[in-house]
């Protein structure tokens, strides 16, 4: 039983309409987001109807499974496209090929055409890599790219995120928010089916596939949707039955080989499956109607049936003269069959990881770890733990097994008896321990993995190993035994010019003098960067962006850091290097917070809140000065970023909380606490000269009353020229340097009561809460009359905007490109992109014009 469409004229006309532009060579992107059951296929499929034949519409879809297939949905539209692209998607492990390929297909003049990719919330790491490709490159293109996704089921850490915000930047993006049926529409459905109205919106809520499946169950309204679902097919003779259930344990598009060696009777069979909406049958593959129906389906299947189905489609795919290993080793593990497993497995993973795949890589892996040693050898155990691990680091998913695995790994290297593989894997095992926040394991196991090669004759080996060493010094703030450990990689590589160990080495090298007070560090850090880059040696060159980017920033040079964490961002991206991504984008946040910018600061430190405690420490650090500034403080959260930080012992991580925990504390008069917590971490970088540190803990303790050595601290800091009393020059320096509360704060100390109340204003405009009601506190003390704070009233934009939608909205009204708009705020222009797509979004708008209009129809 057909039923109607409603409700979603707007978001067709929006679709039709960029199906227009496309044919004039002005290509977009569509994003359809919604829960499940909202109706995002349909819109699709009411789309393609609604096109004439000058439109080819290709539709793909991602799959719900552990093991996804590499490109799933791009390998969809085989049969659909041209031959080239055909060629590439069968064997999709060199990406170049089927970016070329793509695209060539995708430009032909001859008429435009609509690429849907559905449930992207499924995505893995190779299609989104390809999206992002299309994405940048689609409005000069007769294309129209429609994403749909489940933003309920999206996390921050999704990787999805990464994709939205490039569709966030130039690129011509409409954003549809398909919202449930009203009653009146679900009224009028209830009508047409003879059911009672009211009692199917009660139990559906207006979800479109939940009114469906319960108007075309034909046995009243069941309780629940799985209830509808199995209603109907329960009304199939015995033979369809188990012909759809046979079909249900594949989450994919199952093409017509496949129905036809499963379903006796073929594609014919499936009539009175398809004639009840149970499934979508076209002449070249079967989809179910819906997921939803397809795991109501499923679940209903005992485990026995389940394994035993399982198996069926097992022996199908492995009879196919070109196997699809991923697909194989999915059925092999939910039949339960470890031969199938170990015979494809292995294959499945090398391919997934040189494609990119690193998730699906890791998955497989595990599967063939999970099991009886007796399978492979020792060493091909150790392989497998190892590649493990590494799919495991460049995920950001150290907590799942990096650690874990390695050290099984290094016990099976011992007892191989290989001292060149034994010390490799130990210096993995090494930095994987400091990822998870055990810096004392991390530095016996590099000491071990030096000692181990020193002697095993590898020069090249023996380099990493000492530059390893070298870069946990650094961390550790050793400056001088980093320096001398990197100058030996560095000597030890010299011959060959291994761009890996050099890389690696000098950003040591950079590091440890730049932290250390030496400037020539940065040439040491750039120079590590072209290298990195030029090599095509991703990871170090995501860690030299990295590295650049905090030591600008303890330098108090925001606007330079800046550029070096967009274009590191942008390269982590594209490597689905997920830890270096994590870092980058705190570091971007710490951009945001020098600037005043609290929201955007509180955004980025959310990316890193779920990760290893190496990055969630300086997460939790931003977010909750960002909080603290603005009046959101929580003071549990900042107590246990201390402890965080203590425990993770590192002077990087100390020092930072120290000043948070302090800043906390003198924002409500507690000098004991800053005296408690300042004057052991300052020692400590004294100690182990940290010139920055010095001067920034220095004058909190200068706040609280102590007297301080400032002899060691740089005398232009700002917060040293504050700490001796020159307001004035501090004030101006943080101003210089891009920090308007820090710049206000120093003002604030001025004995002036004018300048004072000028601080005062400087506060209230970026909405620092907590700092200037102590600011007022200290003026009423002195009998200064002082004006009253901001009301709520007036501090809401009637738009909704924050402060720096309002500002971004005013360089729109100027005419501003987003290129404009970055270089005139200091961020990247991918975050102005983020600006201005949360500016239309709030206003309710599809275009910078009509933004403009809706600003000034509101007064804003």
């Known amino acids: 039983m057909g039923l109607p469409l409603l409700e979603r004229d707007h978001e067709l006309a929006v679709l039709t309409g960029a199906v227009e532009e496309a044919t004039r060579g002005r290509g977009s992107v569509v994003l359809i987001q919604g829960e499940a059951g909202i109706g995002k296929s349909s819109l699709v499929a009411a789309l393609r109807d609604r096109l004439g034949d000058g439109t080819r519409v290709l539709v793909g879809r991602c799959d719900d499974l552990a093991l996804p297939r590499i490109l799933g949905p791009f390998r969809d539209l085989l049969g659909a496209v041209g031959p080239e692209l055909t060629a590439a998607l069968r064997d999709p492990v060199d990406r170049d090929e089927v970016l070329t390929a793509l695209q060539a297909d995708l430009s032909s003049p001859r008429r435009p055409t609509v690429l ?505 650090i931003l977010v909750n000065r960002a909080r603290l500034r603005s009046g959101r403080a929580d003071p549990d959260s900042i107590e246990e970023t201390w402890e965080l930080a203590q425990a993770l012992g590192e002077l990087q991580r100390t020092g930072p909380a120290a000043a948070l925990v302090c800043e906390e504390a003198w924002l409500r008069d507690d000098v004991d606490r800053i005296h408690a917590v300042a004057g052991p971490v300052r020692a400590e970088a004294v100690r182990r000269g940290v010139p920055a540190l010095e001067a920034e803990l220095g004058l909190w303790l200068v706040r609280a009353g102590e007297s301080v050595d400032l002899t060691g601290s740089p005398p232009d800091n700002p917060h040293t020229l504050l700490a001796v009393g020159r307001w004035r020059e501090a004030q101006q320096a943080w101003t210089a340097r891009g920090y308007p509360y820090e710049a206000a704060a120093a003002r604030s100390e001025s004995p002036s009561p004018v300048e004072q109340l000028a601080a005062l204003s400087d506060l209230d405009a970026l909405g620092a809460v907590p700092l200037a009601q102590r600011l007022r506190r200290r003026l009423r003390s002195r009998g200064v009359s002082v004006p009253r704070g901001p009301a709520v009233s007036t501090r809401e934009n009637p738009g909704g905007l924050t402060v720096r939608q309002a500002e971004v909205l005013g360089l729109l009204a100027d005419g501003l490109s987003n290129a404009d708009i970055a270089n005139r705020l200091v961020v990247s222009v991918r975050t102005a992109g983020n600006h201005v797509a949360a500016v239309l979004d709030k206003l309710g708008v599809h275009s910078r014009a009509e933004a403009v209009a809706r600003g000034r129809e509101l007064g804003i």
């Open 116 to 620: 849907a990719v559905e449930d992207l919330h499924w995505a893995e790491e190779p299609t989104l890599d390809v999206l992002r490709f299309l994405v940048r490159r689609v409005d000069r293109m007769p294309v129209v790219l429609v994403l749909t996704y489940r933003d309920d089921e999206l996390r921050h850490t999704h990787p999805l995120h990464q994709l939205l915000s490039f569709a966030a930047g130039d690129v011509p993006t409409h954003r549809l928010a398909l919202r449930r049926l009203s009653e009146t529409a679900v009224a009028r459905m209830s009508v047409a089916a003879g059911a009672d109205a009211a009692e199917v919106f009660r139990v559906t809520s207006g979800n479109p596939f939940f009114v469906h499946e319960v108007l075309t169950s034909g046995s009243g309204i069941p309780p629940t949707v799985v209830d509808a679902v199995l209603a109907r097919l329960s009304g199939l003779d015995a033979p369809e039955r188990q012909a759809v259930e046979q079909l249900s344990v594949i989450p994919t598009a199952i093409e017509r080989r496949l129905v036809d060696a499963l379903v006796p009777g073929g594609l014919p069979a499936l009539a009175p499956a398809e004639e009840c909406g149970l499934l979508t049958v076209t002449p070249h593959q079967v989809t179910f109607r819906h997921e939803l129906t397809r795991r109501a389906v499923e679940g209903a299947l005992p485990v026995t049936r389940r394994a035993a189905v399982d198996r069926l489609v097992l022996e199908v795919l492995t009879r196919d003269p070109v196997p699809d290993e991923t697909r194989i080793v999915y059925h092999a593990a939910r039949a339960g069959d470890r031969e199938a497993l170990v015979a494809h497995g292995p294959t499945a993973a090398r391919a997934a990881a040189a494609a990119g795949a690193h998730r699906q890589a890791s998955g497989i892996y595990r599967l063939l770890m999970h099991g009886g040693n007796e399978d492979f050898g020792a060493a091909e155990r150790a392989e497998f733990l190892e590649q493990a691990a590494l799919e495991c680091y460049l995920i950001g998913d150290e907590d799942r097994c990096s650690a874990g695995h390695l050290r099984e790994a290094v016990a099976l290297r011992r007892q191989l008896g290989d001292p060149l593989a034994l010390g490799t894997t130990m210096r993995w095992l090494s930095r994987a321990l400091w990822w998870s926040g055990d810096p004392s394991a991390a530095e016996a196991s590099a000491l071990e993995s030096t000692a181990v090669l020193a002697s095993a004759g590898d020069d090249r080996l023996l380099a990493l190993a000492y530059s390893n060493q070298s870069q946990l010094a650094m961390l550790a703030d050793r400056a001088t035994t980093a320096i001398d450990l990197a100058q030996r990689a560095i000597a030890l590589a010299g011959p060959s010019g291994d761009a890996c160990v050099l890389s690696h080495a000098l950003n040591n090298l950079g590091s440890a003098r730049w932290r250390a007070g030496d400037p020539s560090g940065r040439s040491d850090l750039e120079k590590s960067l072209r290298i990195a880059l030029d090599a095509g040696e991703v990871e170090d060159a995501c860690r030299a962006y990295a590295a650049l980017a905090w030591r600008l920033l303890d330098d108090l040079a925001p606007a330079e850091a800046v550029v070096y964490t967009a274009d590191g961002i942008a390269l982590a991206e594209r490597a689905e290097h997920t830890g270096f991504l994590q870092y980058l984008t705190v570091e971007q946040g710490m951009v945001a917070l020098a600037g005043a910018h609290w929201s955007e600061a509180i955004a980025a430190a959310q990316v890193g809140l779920n990760a290893s405690d190496t990055v969630r420490c300086p997460a939790l």
